[in-house]
């Protein structure tokens, strides 16, 4: 089996996540794709496959002839994004792409004019959608590249490596992938997780991220006689959002700039719930963004009265970087001699996201994060450049490689 033939057959199985879920997995449909990786990870000759019951799997390639070798993996996540459904999917391969646009479905077109990194790709075989689903190229894709890296480490013997570990887990898509994840089961120097997006991008720094939850409280009073009596919530609502940062919000910021985003709102007259995501790469600024949401919480309460307005904010991850930089820089360095010797120019950029290397960095397991190859992830207009795929798995084997020989 190909990469191409691998990806396109994980394509087909439902793995969304669902942020409101209380259990682990978030889906019992990511446990049924799981369970046939599992199948395959043994068909595919790997040792030590084993699968929790939370849907973590972890195997070993054994070492071949470099022992002695620092011990590294290699993480990629199954479920697909909450944002878009991933039922049903239907790839199809545009072969040679022109530059075109590219008519996924009846009002549904990929264009470079809205989509300019399509015009990096001409030439190439793009996997596209029907227009009515995500792909599930995040990450999918990176789970094809790490097996089929490990398939192809198997028939080349005389490239020698030492002890690979590869990992797959739920949940990322919904901050939730390392909460379960064991890092000492696991038992790597370090690793990296293959869930970046265009090629040669490789990340070491990423948000630090918060959650916020606002309630506010109105008075509920017949609309007849509210005159003096009513508070609506939903204006309220309104209100409280003009108090944040108009220009710092994900549509108007880019790079290292933060962000408030405002990801949901339930509003009545009696109660409004709002539901905000808090980012920036600085943790000082990060901290001062957090206080400025609680400031704009008191203002409303010396307006509306003391409990009119509440927030709950909770840290989520820290940036990477913190981890990375002081002591673990060749880990970056073996990526970036990676990418060079199999013909990719590095792009080493921020996340303006997270992974789960993020978290299993602050777990003790430094974690970069390596291309997969997709781009415009969570939507219909997702893709993966087969090209893309075949040059993440180059990198990943040069990787093995190169680590034989530290």
Known sequence: MNI?????NYTQFDTQSAEESQSVPSTAK??????YLKEELEREGLQEVEMDEMG?????LPANGAEGAPVIGFISH????????GASIRPRIVERYDGGNILLSEGMVLQPRVFPELLGHVGEDLIVTDGHTLLGADDKAGIAEIVQAMVWLQEHPEVKHGKIRVAFNPDEEIGMGA??????KFGCQWGYTMDGGDVGELEFENFNAASAKVVIRGVSVHPGYAKGKMVNASLLAAEFTRLLPADERPETTEGYEGFFHLTGMQTSTE??????????HDRERFEQRKRTMLDCVEQMNLKYGEGTVTAEVNDQYYNMREKIEPDNMHVVDVVLQAMRQVGVEPRVKPIRGGTDGAQLSFMGLPCP???AGGLNFHGPFEYVPIQSMEKAMRVVVKICELVARL
């Open 30 to 35: 990511q446990l049924v794709f799981a369970r």
């Open 4 to 8: 191409v033939e691998r990806f396109l």
């Open 78 to 85: 199954y479920d697909t994004s909450p944002d878009c459904s």
């Open 271 to 280: 109660q409004a719930r709002l539901s905000y995501i808090i980012r920036d």
């Open 179 to 184: 909460h379960h994840f064991n890092v000492e």
């Open 56 to 60: 973590y799997i972890y195997a070993t």
């Open 369 to 371: 994060n390596i291309f």
